[in-house]
């Protein structure tokens, strides 16, 4: 499993080490790494493209990631069920796993989504005359293995300005010695060095010794390492399904930093405008057709 650790909270240094027994913490050349081979597509569709590259979407201002369950169930609440007729889906990633891979997944998990041959998961952009921005509303969850070529495909089809990613951990591995600050709602942020430069939210970092993982920790990683900005949010769950207060913890980055705001503003909604409670029914549903112990 790849991991990402704030080994430093003042300085916010950045590493990644393998789950492997090895307390090597140095940082390691995504593209070196030896791994299966998983085959991961991303397909633009040719009309929606304006690159000379009719595969490769480009440069835009801001690139959103939400991961599955809390992050992608934010983006549609909060962007796509909102901006039906501004932001268009323009194509899809694709996941193909090895049938060495699959055997392993029907293993451990006796079936379910993460074993499924193809994953797939929409892309999805706003443009304007001035601004371009694509969201990724990620439907799978993928292992630390495939978090490697998920983030390979992204990074040389997508230029972003920003990266912004939004995560989600539970409050019972989340490592604060403040009890009281443990109540949600509670949003932290990593940020590689280039974003924390210019960063201007009023979020608090992630404090020392916690832990992100798998997407989160790679396409981070790779942003530090190629001097990218990029920030992680994290939102806790204090329960099996988060309330309504985590959910509008995303939306501080949004309405909180200038910058962020300006990109946004033609599809923000109002603050505090969203409601969340059909975001925990949705996700309580989706929940519940899981059948992988790894989407709890």
């Not at 650790?5 to 300085?11: A, G, K, M, P, S």
């Not at 990633?93 to 929409?122: F, V």
């Not at 070529?149 to 591995?173: F, G, M, Q, R, V």
């Not at 990593?190 to 608090?204: E, P």
């Amino acid at each position: 499993m790849l991991n990402l650790r704030n080994n430093n909270y003042e300085h916010q240094s950045i590493s990644v080490a393998w789950d492997d027994g090895d307390t090597d913490d140095s940082i390691y050349d995504l593209n070196e790494l030896e791994t299966s081979e998983i085959n991961c597509k991303i397909k633009v569709n040719s009309e929606s493209n304006n690159n000379d590259d009719d595969n490769k979407i480009g440069n835009v201002d801001l690139l959103i990631i939400g991961l599955p369950q809390m992050g992608n169930t934010f983006i549609k609440k909060f962007f796509l069920e909102k901006n039906k007729q501004k932001i268009k889906q323009i194509g899809t990633i694709s996941m193909i796993q090895p049938q060495e891979i699959l055997e392993k997944s029907y293993h451990l998990y006796g079936g379910g989504s993460n074993c499924e041959i193809n994953k797939i998961t929409p892309i999805y952009r706003y443009k304007d005359e001035e601004t371009s921005i694509v969201l990724l509303n990620m439907n799978f969850a993928p292992s630390g293995e495939e978090s490697i070529y998920l983030t390979n495909a992204i990074c040389d089809t997508i230029k972003p300005e920003k990266t912004i990613i939004l995560d989600s951990l539970h409050t019972s591995s989340y490592i604060n010695h403040n009890l009281e600050s443990k109540i949600s709602p509670i949003l932290r942020k990593l940020s590689t060095m280039t974003a924390k430069k210019h960063s201007k939210d009023t979020v608090d970092y992630l404090e020392t010794s916690n832990i992100i993982d798998s997407t989160s920790a790679a396409i981070i990683s790779y942003c530090e390492m190629h001097h990218l900005y990029a920030t992680v949010y994290i939102s806790m769950q204090d329960s099996y399904l988060p309330n309504e207060d985590a959910f509008a913890a995303y939306e501080i980055p949004f309405f909180k930093d200038f910058k962020i705001n300006k990109i946004c503003g033609s599809i923000l909604p109002n603050e505090n405008e969203t409601n969340y409670v059909d975001a925990v029914s949705d996700l309580q549903n989706n929940l519940e057709t899981k059948q992988n112990p790894l989407y709890i």
